[in-house]
């Protein structure tokens, strides 16, 4: 089912190949992304409560759409190469395990780089729940951005061809957009669904790490909405360490049920019919 | 009677003695090698009968079974005669025979009948072990190891080993038969072709009792009380035989091929003709069992479907549009599929290496191992894709058009490798749409040793088998002068072709008919 050594021989094979391919690339989107993203909404985070709630919504579709760029092609590209070399034997578990291994690396080199961008245009706060602040962002950062780079390796498994798969990534983005519960308030159904959502979770970990019902981030009324106000705190923004532990344990437990998947998926595939 | 519902004869082979055999246990201390020779009947030795299979032991009838033989196939089949012990067939009691004749047992390769009291596991002093064969090398000798209850007995290809067998199947360290409170148990110790006992595989440990046989790479280990009896029994040469009833999809509603019925043998090259939607895909994906198919598909009489997962890798496909990694050099992605396919127990990384440095010197890509795949031509791309398979244990290749986007001479070379590798043992496969290219340089003769043509019938526009035979032969059969003017024959009217597909089916079906007749 599992195999060390294929998954060892897998994963050069993919960074190899990957680097020949200018990997590189996506780091440099990562840059330019977060550049493009913190330089906008930088400068009033942290000033009020719905600039920064929208800063860090910003930054959790940022992350989200970076991870799941990174590998939306990686399999599906490939089922005809995977066809093959699982009649030769290779390991259906131990390919899904390279790649996301793989993306584990990218990812944090993407969430190194998205992290010190904005912390450039970006005044965090320092303190943390559990730690500094700026170890909890960078976790929350890298699970938002691996995580979505784990479900596109899921997307990738299931989509037939890259067509499919580029044609599905926009729906999945939509979804997890509005999911987050930032543009839209949500109930029945839709709260249910957002459980399984990186951006609900990543949203949480962020709001929970700077704190955002704390009474220092004045509401700022809008002209045009006069009278939409903050009615009562957002138990999931509360600064404590349970919220930012179930956040960071549901963007795990996602991002397994996304290998599970992918390997499912696979399996289905590549089935004998 | 419609067409389709035509009886159709299994292909009678022209050198197809298929020479089977029974290997017997019972009281006397060697095992006992039974060359099957037409229906023959099994009973104890006694005055008042004679059986053409005798055996010591008291607890089998004088006249407890027989063996069958369905002279057209090949096949033998075994009836009890109401026998009042019965016959264990892999561990099951056959129903006794009939009238009806409806409880025959057709007999496969390596099928274990036991004479024995109901409880299996604890075997009658006087229980018989029949092993049934096709494939026994004559004159192999039986070895013997006495069971030591203490100490592990390891089995392997390493001289380190307890019980070595020079058998290239075998892993250098393959198995480890050891007694664990009171009971003896074998372990795969992650070999590379896999344990089976009493014809079913074995995964990590499995309990072992007396009378258990197991089957090791070609060699046969039987536990008879305290000894293991062992033979290097079977021969390395593979033989596929392929008998599809038909291949329906649509969930039964579409049926594109019927009556598919032919024998192939280590070293035969056989080209597969068939004009555009005849079958010829749909047959391979059947023969790799991908899409499986209402039949059977056996290799060394074993059945590719019900044993996909440890057959897959013996089948090995050429495809038609490459399966390679553009931004991979061609030594990466050979040495790549050797770490997948060799396992590390038997393989050391110069053995690795070492092939795969043969494997690219064998297809002709020995000077663009550091080339990658991206900036290599198609010709070069398909040796690349032949070399991947050829790194494995695959006894059949399949190759759909290996030689369609080459020119000629490399179309030449192309076959020629291929050649090469059936002459080497194995059986090839290949969907040509040119192969009278596939020409001996010094004889001039089709490197090609059969021809399979399937040819779409008009009538239920499904694939019938139109020929399976020589290359000469099929020339014959078809009045023409080259292999790529069949296509002209069966290939319909709208496609340039002459539109005889079901003439040449019928006329196909009738010299078996034929043949089946004379044999009878």
Redesign the interface.
């Known amino acids: 089912m599992f195999s060390i050594k294929q998954t060892t021989v897998y994963f050069k094979k993919i960074s190899r190949i990957a680097i020949r391919e200018k990997a590189w690339k996506f780091v440099i989107f990562a840059v330019i992304i977060a550049a493009l993203v913190a330089s906008i909404v930088g400068e009033d985070m942290f000033t009020a409560y719905e600039s920064t709630k929208s800063g860090f919504f910003t930054i959790a579709s940022a992350c989200i759409w970076i991870g799941i760029f990174n590998s939306i092609q990686s399999v599906c590209k490939e089922h005809d190469i995977i066809r093959s070399e699982y009649r030769q034997g290779m390991k259906l578990t131990s390919y899904v395990l390279a790649n996301v291994s793989w993306q584990f690396l990218l990812c944090l080199l993407q969430s190194c780089v998205v992290f010190g961008v904005c912390m450039i245009f970006i005044d965090f706060n320092t303190e943390g729940i559990i730690t500094s602040a700026y170890v909890e962002y960078f976790v929350t950062i890298f699970l938002l951005t691996f995580g979505s780079a784990v479900m596109g390796i899921m997307l990738s498994s299931v989509a037939g061809n890259p067509t499919a798969a580029m044609t599905l990534m926009p729906f999945v983005l939509i979804l997890q957009l509005i999911m987050s519960g930032v543009l839209f308030e949500l109930s029945g159904l839709s709260e249910k669904v957002a459980y399984i959502t990186f951006s609900k979770w990543g949203m949480s970990a962020f709001g929970s790490i700077a704190d955002l019902n704390n009474a220092r981030y004045p509401m700022k009324i809008s002209a045009v909405y006069p009278m939409v106000e903050r009615l009562e705190e957002e138990a999931c923004y509360d600064c404590v360490a349970g919220n930012l532990y179930t956040a960071w344990g549901w963007c795990i437990g996602l991002l397994l049920c996304c290998i599970v998947l992918s390997v499912l998926s696979l399996k289905i595939k590549n089935r004998d019919s | 009677m419609r067409n389709e519902e035509r009886t159709v004869f299994y292909t009678p082979q022209e050198n197809r003695e298929r020479s089977a055999a029974l290997i017997v246990l019972d009281t006397r201390d060697e095992p006992a090698v039974i060359p099957l020779q037409g229906n023959m009947t099994l009973g104890r030795i006694s005055d008042k009968s004679a059986c053409d299979i005798c055996v010591y032991s008291k607890i089998t009838g004088r006249r407890h079974g027989e063996f069958i033989c369905d002279g057209m196939a090949g096949e033998y089949y075994y009836i009890d005669n109401h026998s009042m012990n019965g016959t264990y067939v892999n561990g099951s009691k056959l129903p006794p025979y009939d009238e009806r004749g409806s409880v025959a047992h057709k007999l496969r390769e390596g099928d274990i009948l036991r004479i024995d009291k109901s409880r299996l596991e604890d075997p009658h002093p006087e229980s018989v072990l029949m092993i049934f064969t096709y494939s026994y090398v004559k004159g192999s000798r039986w070895m013997s190891y006495v069971v030591n209850d203490s100490s592990d007995i390891r089995i392997g290809r390493d001289r380190n080993n307890t019980i070595i067998l020079d058998d290239m199947m075998v892993s250098r360290m393959h198995a480890v038969i050891r007694q664990s409170n009171q009971q003896w148990q074998v372990e795969d110790m992650q070999s590379q072709n896999g344990i089976r006992v009493n014809g079913r595989e074995v995964c990590g440990c499995q309990a072992l009792c007396n009378h258990d046989v197991l089957l090791i790479g070609n060699t046969l280990m039987i536990l008879w009380s305290h000894t293991i009896l062992y033979n290097h029994f079977r021969e390395q040469e593979g033989k596929l035989s392929v008998a599809i009833k038909k291949k329906t999809v649509n969930f039964g509603r579409k049926t594109l091929l019927k009556n598919i019925y032919f024998e192939a043998e280590s070293t035969d090259f056989v080209l597969i003709l068939g004009g555009s939607g005849a079958g010829k895909t749909t047959l391979i994906n059947a023969i ?5 198919a209402d039949g059977e598909i056996l290799l060394d009489g074993q059945d590719l ?1 019900k044993n ?1 997962k440890s057959m ?2 013996k ?3 050429v ?1 038609q ?1 490459l ?3 553009l ?2 050099k061609v030594r ?1 992605t050979l040495m ?2 050797a ?3 060799l396992h ?1 127990r038997d393989y050391s990384k110069e053995d690795k290496i070492q092939r795969v440095r043969e494997t690219m010197e064998r297809v002709g890509v020995q000077n663009l191992s550091e080339h ?1 795949i991206s900036q290599l031509s198609g010709g070069q791309k398909k040796k690349v894709s032949v070399a ?2 050829l790194i ?1 244990f695959q006894k059949v290749f399949i190759c759909d058009e290996p030689d369609s986007g080459l020119d000629a001479a490399s179309r030449r070379q192309q076959m020629e490798i291929l050649k090469e590798i059936a002459d080497n043992g194995k059986i090839v496969m290949v969907i040509s749409h040119e192969p009278d290219d596939a020409i001996d340089r010094l004889t001039g003769e089709s490197l090609f040793t059969k021809v399979l043509v399937i040819a779409k019938s008009a009538n239920d526009q499904c694939g019938h088998m139109a020929f399976y035979g020589d290359v000469d032969g099929a020339k014959q059969f078809f009045g023409v002068g080259r292999l790529q003017d069949i296509m002209l024959e069966i290939n319909p009217a709208y496609e340039g072709g002459k539109g005889r597909a079901d003439y040449y089916i019928e006329k196909y079906k009738d010299k078996i008919n034929r043949r089946g007749r004379k044999q009878i």
């Not at chain 2, 790799?288 to 499986?292: M, P, S």
């Open positions: 790799l069992g991908e899409k499986k479907y996909f897959k890798t089948i090995g496909l495809p549009f399966n390679l990694r931004s991979d990466e790549d599929v770490e997948i396919k590390r990658l991947a398979q494995g």
